[in-house]
């Protein structure tokens, strides 16, 4: 079965770095799609930053040009740069999967949490 365990996460100060992992097992890569959401308290999971096809990767707003979400295939272990993080970042981050369909084209768009299959357990993210 598909499983996806997330670390990485911590305490960091404004302006710092944190770089998160998820290594993903139990199915085959190249048929899915990988993102990154987190979750704040009191707030719904958003996302974070997704690939919507195979050669297109797409982030929030609120983290353009500050995180960059990259993938070791071998490895099948995605990553996830978190550079100037601010206080606003503090959350519980998650990867994800969903499917990919023979085009290369992720179903679902940007935020549909809905459309992703597998979640991991999340890691915690606090900025001060």
């Known amino acids: 079965h598909v499983q996806l365990v997330e670390s990485g996460g911590g305490s960091v100060q404004a302006g710092g770095s944190l770089s998160l992992s998820c290594v993903g097992s139990g199915y085959t890569d190249s048929m899915y799609c990988m993102g990154w959401f987190r979750q704040a308290p009191g707030k719904e999971r958003e996302a974070v930053a997704a690939?919507?096809?195979?050669?297109?990767?797409h982030y929030a707003d609120s983290v353009k040009g500050r995180f960059t979400m990259s993938k070791d295939n071998a490895e099948n272990i995605l990553y996830l740069q978190m550079n100037s993080p601010k206080p606003e970042d503090t959350a519980l981050y998650f990867c994800?999967?969903?499917?990919?369909?023979?085009?290369?084209?992720?179903?679902?768009?940007?935020?549909?949490?809905?459309?992703?299959?597998?979640w991991g357990q999340g890691t915690q993210v606090t900025v001060s």
């Open positions: 994800a999967v969903r499917r990919r369909a023979s085009g290369g084209v992720c179903f679902g768009s940007f935020n549909d949490r809905h459309s992703y299959s597998a």
């Open positions: 690939k919507l096809s195979t050669s297109s990767t």
